[in-house]
C-alpha cells in the first residue's frame, strides 16, 4: 500500500525529471532466481524514512535492475510499510534483507554507517557481507556519478514502483568540482529521497563488481576518473 497525501510532479529543478525516469521503466521487472543480489541501505533514527534498495545485473544484456522497499514513520510521505513509532529503529530493515536472503543470494549489503553501524554488526554475525559504502565523501561521488550515468545512458531499470519514482525525482543536485551535490528538493514539502540513496548504493557496488576493469575499487581514498 501507498503511503502518501498526493502524488506530485515534482520540479524543474528536479536531477532525474520524472519522464527521464519512466523511460527506465520495464514493465514486470523480476529478479532471476540465480541472481546476486547487491543490497543498499540508507536508515533513519527519527521520524522519518528507511530505504532498503537491491541491484542486480539483468541477463543478456548490460543493465541493472534496482528494486525497493521503503518505511516510513510519518504519513504524507511515500513509502511501502508505515510504521506506528516516532522514533524508527535502523534495525526495521534487517527483515527486508533477510526475507531478501530466503530465495536471492545477497552478494553483500552496503550501507550509510552515520545509523546503520549496529544493524550491520548483527547482519555481519549472521554470515552476511557488510560494507560502509557512504562514510567517505569519495565514495558518495563515485556512487552518484555511476547513477548519474546509469540514468543518461538508460543502463539502469526498474518496474515503475511509485514509490521509488518519488524519492528519484523530488531530488537536486549540484554538479561542483568534487562531483555531484545531491539533496531534497527545497520548497516540495515532505519529500523524502531515502530510497534514492539507497537505489544509488545498491546499483553502484553492482556496477563495481561486474565492470571491474573500468572501475578501481577502494574504500580509503578514490579518485574519480576524468
Known amino acids: 500500500q501507498l503511503h502518501a497525501c498526493v502524488w506530485t ?10 519522464g527521464a525516469w ?3 521503466e520495464v514493465p514486470g521487472l523480476i529478479i532471476p532466481d540465480d541472481a546476486e543480489l547487491f543490497v543498499g541501505v ?9 530505504a532498503v534498495a537491491w541491484a ?5 544484456t548490460d543493465r541493472i535492475g534496482v528494486k525497493c522497499h521503503v518505511i516510513g ?4 510521505v511515500a513509502c511501502h510499510e508505515l510504521v506506528n513509532e516516532r522514533t524508527m529503529d535502523p534495525r526495521i530493515a534487517l527483515e527486508v534483507i533477510e526475507k531478501l536472503a530466503q530465495n536471492h543470494r545477497i552478494r553483500e549489503v552496503s550501507y550509510d554507517p552515520n545509523r546503520f553501524e549496529l ?3 548483527m547482519l555481519g554475525e549472521q554470515g552476511f557481507t557488510t560494507t560502509d559504502a557512504w562514510g567517505k565523501r569519495a565514495n558518495q561521488t563515485r556512487a552518484w556519478a555511476s547513477w548519474f550515468d546509469g540514468v543518461q545512458t538508460g543502463r539502469i531499470a526498474h518496474d515503475g514502483d511509485l514509490v521509488l519514482a518519488e524519492h528519484v525525482t523530488h531530488a537536486e543536485a549540484e554538479h561542483t568540482e568534487n562531483g555531484w551535490k545531491v539533496r531534497k528538493l527545497r520548497g516540495q514539502g515532505r519529500v523524502k529521497i531515502d530510497a534514492l540513496v539507497a537505489a544509488a548504493i545498491a546499483t553502484w557496488r553492482c556496477q563495481v563488481e561486474g565492470d ?14 576524468a
Not at 42 to 49: G, H, I, M, Q, W
Not at 73 to 76: D, L, M, V, W
Not at 213 to 218: G, M
Request: net charge negative.
Open 9 to 18: 510532479d515534482g520540479s524543474r529543478r528536479a536531477w532525474i525529471p520524472r
Open 22 to 24: 519512466q523511460a527506465l
Open 42 to 50: 540508507d536508515a533513519a533514527l527519527n521520524d522519518d524514512c528507511t
Open 56 to 60: 542486480w545485473r539483468i541477463p543478456e
Open 73 to 76: 514513520a510519518r504519513r504524507g
Open 119 to 121: 544493524a550491520a554488526r
Open 212 to 225: 571491474s576493469a573500468d572501475y578501481v575499487l577502494s574504500w580509503d581514498e578514490l579518485e574519480v576518473t
